[in-house]
């Protein structure tokens, strides 16, 4: 007896007729009929998500991740239509090729039925080379309707911090649009984009999403000419690297929306952040930085990695710089490199190290082998029940059950390693420090080894600023 899964997608929530709970009845109705058995979970859905893109849609990945595991777990997915497996041809192309050459999983579409013969593999073909012409004819209609709309001043985007929703167009939001108000005044004063940024989380303004403003965050407003009552949009669609809207694929047009910034307001602002990028002109791109303690210490004000500054002397906190965190963490490399080494040296002659307690439950924990285990026994189970209801013969039933036992077999015997002694842990960083120091301490090593080396020693390292000390975590 078949074990089948069964995966269902919606895009909208207008598509009554292919509800979640219309697919999944279906497809129970069809797995009853050819005798398959259908477990709940085994039951994947994507509701909301288009089918454009696999990577975007968790339930079909998990699908896929478990389609993988050994034995295959179920063999086949029944689908409503092809088009609810995707609407890319490559993916379609891509997982199918997977699951049927590598897990040995079919692929059904209960209303699409196909036979055996070469020729069901053009007419599935055909299938997916429609369903994904429709869905890029579906974008194309959608982004024409967006631009008609947008040419004649229409919202086709949410609203920006500062404004709400109100008839189809923006409103000023009572409370945030006088803090835009600041925003420009206070970059006008002088205050820079951290130091805005800063004084609106101390007074616990937060962004549209509800996050923590940062420079970033504040340079977008300050660049958005939507507050001056226009609207804009990329012709060309979302650009990445254009993340203020200044390139010339930029459109912009008069918005129906009341202003909140004066235009004189706005263009003194970009006339003021133009001077202020020919003075203080961006360092030319380089390959990163190598050095020691790259990527390990951490402050101990918000968590956030040390990263070096522009001058390349000294290490800050990487939240500080972008205005999230309060509390400068700005060291030098040379004096960080030194109290490293020497804290190292003090901790060998001491055999005295201090380990991050979930790191070492975390390296000592096997995986929970039990829901495995149960998932084996509930096999067990399915392949009585189809043996007792006559669909297996007394042969397959023996053959499913050894296989089956065998894997619980394999599952119970794996016993999770013994965890250290507190001996064996000093006696295992003792030894790590000892033959990295020499590398650690050598003018002729270089700093991407230095860097690995001290990986292989700590989990991570703290600096505590006020106190101008480090504390060190060893790996287990």
């Known amino acids: ?45 994507d509701e909301g998500i288009s089918g454009r893109k696999a990577d975007k849609r968790p339930s079909f990945q998990r699908m896929i991740g478990t389609a993988k595991l050994k034995p295959k777990p179920f063999d086949t997915i029944l689908l409503w239509k092809f088009s609810r497996f995707a609407r890319n041809r490559q993916d379609s192309i891509v997982y199918k090729s997977m699951l049927r050459k590598q897990c040995g999983i079919d692929v059904v579409s209960i209303s699409e039925q196909l036979g055996d013969d070469n020729t069901s593999i053009l007419i599935e073909a055909l299938i997916e080379a429609m369903d994904e012409y429709y869905s890029l004819n579906l974008a194309e209609e959608v982004k024409r309707g967006m631009n008609e709309k947008f040419s004649r001043g229409g919202v086709v985007s949410q609203p920006p ?35 805005i940024a800063m004084k609106l989380n101390d ?27 226009k609207l804009r949009r990329s012709k060309n ?14 459109l912009i047009v008069d918005g129906k929306h009341e202003a909140i910034i004066a235009p004189e307001t706005f263009e003194a602002v970009q006339n003021k952040r133009s001077e202020a990028k020919r003075t203080y002109t961006r360092y030319a791109r380089q390959a990163p930085v190598e050095f020691m303690l790259k990527g390990i210490v951490r402050c101990d004000t918000c968590g956030a990695t040390l990263t070096m500054s522009a001058g390349k002397t000294s290490l800050q906190c990487h939240n500080y710089a972008r ?45 929970d082998l039990s829901a495995l285990i149960e998932r084996e026994k509930k096999k067990l189970s399915r392949i ?40 064996q842990i000093k006696e295992t960083i003792s030894g790590r420090i000892s033959s990295g120091l020499e590398l650690l301490e050598s003018d002729e090593t270089s700093e991407t080894l230095k860097n690995i080396t001290l990986r292989s020693i700590v989990e991570r390292i703290i600096y505590i600023k006020p106190k101008g000390i480090i504390e060190i975590f060893y790996k287990v």
């Open 161 to 195: 911090f500062g404004y709400k929703m109100k008839d189809g167009i923006f409103a000023p939001d009572e409370v945030n649009a006088p803090i835009v108000k600041m925003i420009y005044n206070d970059y006008l004063a002088g205050m820079g984009a951290r130091e």
């Open 237 to 250: 669609g979302r650009n990445a690297l254009d993340r203020y809207h200044e390139s010339e694929d930029t």
């Open 323 to 367: 205005g999230v965190c309060k509390v400068s963490h700005s060291v030098t490399l040379k004096k960080l490199n030194a109290a490293v080494i020497e804290h190292l040296k003090s901790d060998f002659e001491q055999q005295s190290f201090t380990i991050d307690v979930t790191e070492q439950k975390r390296a000592s924990t096997s995986p």
């Open 384 to 423: 009585r029940e189809a043996y007792t209801a006559g669909i297996d013969t007394l042969e397959e039933y023996k053959e499913n059950k050894r296989a089956i036992q065998a894997r619980i077999d394999e599952l119970t015997a794996s016993a999770p390693p013994a965890p250290l002694t507190d001996e």
């Open 1 to 45: 007896m078949k074990t089948a899964a069964a995966y269902i997608r919606v895009s909208t929530d207008d598509q009554v007729e292919y509800s979640p709970d219309s697919q999944l009845k279906a497809i129970r109705k069809y797995a009853k009929e050819h005798g398959m058995i259908l477990p709940e979970e085994f039951i994947f859905v």
């Open 203 to 229: 007074m616990g303004i937060r962004s549209t999403k509800g996050n923590l403003f940062e420079n970033r965050t504040v340079e977008y407003i300050l660049t958005n000419v939507t507050y001056t009552g």
